[in-house]
């Protein structure tokens, strides 16, 4: 009941169009939302809105803190059909540091298959992903990029040459930011 009201409160201040209010119902949900919230605000990214929102919108999503969020997430990135879009909540799976090791083949599938720039978010994901990837995950993922490598342009070419060195290589950990 309360995510509702959050919900509400956030739909409300869209409408309004006065960013006092929706800065307060994205702070409210930047630090007491949880997964509920992924597709509404992707849906509220499709509307249109100031520039200044979305990009508030985007940074909750580079803000992701919650595992349990990445299923969620994903589920979506996964239904995305605007390009633009897509891109940016790529970009931030790598930005949120988040484990996203059980959706390598997706992540390889869109350095294979999609656009350049969504394929170089896709591969920071994987040059940053950490987690168990299962042996044979792991073998069909450099099967299937071995073949492409041939048919693929040359930018992508050496994206994919790369990730013939880093998937093997993926640490079960993430490793600690040193300052």
Aim: net charge negative; aromatic share 8%; charged share 30%.
């Amino acid at each position: 009941m309360e995510n509702l009201d959050k919900l509400n409160r956030l739909k409300s201040a869209i409408k309004s169009g006065n960013p006092e209010l929706i800065d307060h119902a994205l702070d409210e949900i930047k630090d007491h939302g949880d997964d509920t919230f992924i597709t509404p605000l992707i849906e509220f990214i499709h509307q249109n809105l100031s520039r200044d929102v979305k990009e508030k919108i985007f940074q909750l999503f580079t803000d992701l803190k919650h595992e349990n969020s990445v299923d969620q997430f994903i589920h979506e990135l996964q239904n995305e059909k605007d390009l633009d879009i897509l891109e940016r909540l790529v970009a931030s799976c790598w930005q949120n540091g988040l484990d996203y090791s059980k959706y390598l083949p997706w992540f390889v599938h869109l350095v294979i298959d999609q656009e350049f720039q969504i394929a170089f978010e896709a591969f920071t994901v994987i040059e940053n992903m950490y987690g168990k990837i299962e042996g044979d995950v792991e073998t069909l993922a450099i099967e299937k990029i071995e073949k492409s490598i041939p048919i693929a342009e040359e930018r992508k070419q050496y994206l994919l040459k790369g990730l013939l060195d880093i998937i093997p290589n993926i640490p079960l950990d993430q490793d600690p930011v040193d300052f």
